[in-house]
């Protein structure tokens, strides 16, 4: 009922291509949906978020898409970059709180 | 640099023994939570306090416990230990324990030997 799950496990793009990456979830009582970038050495950063009341949010090349019905949300990267190299995580959480459930992450490989 | 500082970043201990994870949030931040990062776990939830106060647990075992102190820093403990404990332990804060963003440490790599 708790689990998030993520795919694809690893990613491989071209400089300048689109990354999606796809996270599905079980518990419809979550309602919010943040997307964490971790580089290596390093711990999670927020990268954007999302409340189940939009459908899209956008920020910078970073977008996330959501359908409340299939219980299912994405990260699609734009023009991605060698610097976005690095493991995406998304995440829900109850009552709009920080107590996050992780899918299992994604490696994220952009190739010059 | 999120303004989460852990100590140490690194600690090797053997089966058996207890060590203390310490944790500093954000300056103004009154939440603080615990996950652990194990690759056939991957990012778990812990614990979390509030002002001093815990506020919700996760998957958290036994012989772990935390607490948070007047100052508002953390620290977990853990006894016992297995190998199976070995990982990265985050620490991450945030100002209230809901519609604000949790800021994480970068981590305490835990290996039992």
């Known amino acids: 009922q708790q689990q998030v799950k993520q795919s694809p496990q690893s990613l491989i793009v071209q400089k300048g291509g689109i990354s999606i990456i796809n996270c599905a979830y079980e518990?419809?009582?979550?309602?919010?949906f943040p997307w964490y970038q971790q580089f290596p050495g390093k711990g999670p950063a927020l990268l954007i978020a999302?409340?189940?009341?939009?459908s899209e949010k956008k920020e910078g090349r970073f977008t996330i898409s959501f359908n409340k019905s299939a219980k299912q949300f994405s990260l699609h990267i734009m023009d991605s970059q060698p610097g976005d190299s690095a493991t995406y995580f998304c995440?829900?959480?109850?009552?709009?709180?920080?107590?996050?459930?992780f899918g299992g992450g994604t490696r994220l490989m952009v190739k010059p | 640099d999120s303004g989460v500082t852990q100590t140490p970043k690194h600690l090797i201990t053997a089966t058996g023994q207890r060590v203390t994870l310490r944790c500093s949030p954000r300056?103004?931040?009154?939440?603080v939570y615990w996950y652990q990062q194990s690759l056939d776990q991957g990012l778990q939830f812990l614990i979390q306090?509030?002002?001093?106060?815990?506020?919700a647990k996760g998957n958290i075992l036994e012989r772990f416990s935390a607490q948070q102190f007047p100052d508002l820093h953390s620290e977990l403990n853990l006894s016992s230990l297995e190998l199976g404990d070995s990982a990265l332990y985050f620490c991450?804060?945030?100002?209230?324990?809901?519609?604000?963003?949790?800021?994480f440490g970068q981590g305490t790599r835990l290996t039992v030997v």
């Open positions: 991450a804060s945030s100002v209230a324990p809901r519609d604000t963003e949790a800021f």
């Open positions: 518990n419809t009582a979550f309602d919010y």
């Open positions: 999302i409340r189940p009341d939009v």
């Open positions: 995440a829900a959480g109850l009552n709009a709180g920080n107590m996050l459930t």
């Open positions: 300056s103004g931040d009154l939440s």
């Open positions: 306090y509030y002002n001093g106060e815990e506020r």
